[in-house]
Nanobody, 122 residues
Framework: QVQLVESGGGLVQAGGSLRLSCAAS????????MGWFRQAPGKEREFVSA????????YYADSVKGRFTISRDNAKNTVYLQMNSLKPEDTAVYYC???????????????WGQGTSVTVSS
């Protein structure tokens, strides 16, 4: 059984930083892509970032480019999202996802975590 478990969310002031982690178990994604999405209250789930595990190619939404960094640890089968210069509009539940069915930016992945909440206060 494949599981994705996120951690690292919390409450932070604007301008602060958080690092989200997503630990995968049950399979590796070494030949696939893992991504981060977020969903704010009353809004649709939106793409944040993704990484091609083997090639290391990274993808970012324009809204987070230059502030967020995605990375992976092969030994730990874990993907990270380092979030710096956080803004109140970054407030959302952040979801980890693995193995996209379509494009990496489309919220149509085979595997999803349960989400971790990020709140940025002004």
């Amino acid at each position: 059984q494949v599981q994705l478990v996120e951690s690292g969310g919390g409450l932070v002031q604007a301008g602060g930083s958080l690092r989200l982690s997503c630990a995968a178990s049950g399979r590796t994604f070494s030949r696939s892509v893992m991504g981060w999405f977020r969903q704010a209250p009353g809004k649709e789930r939106e793409f944040v970032s993704a990484i091609n595990w083997s090639a290391g190619t990274t993808y970012y939404a324009d809204s987070v480019k230059g502030r967020f960094t995605i990375s992976r640890d092969n030994a730990k089968n874990t993907v990270y999202l380092q979030m710096n210069s956080l803004k109140p509009e970054d407030t959302a539940v952040y979801y980890c996802a693995g193995d996209p069915r379509r494009t990496v930016t489309t919220a149509s992945y085979n595997y999803w975590g349960q989400g971790t909440s990020v709140t940025v206060s002004s």
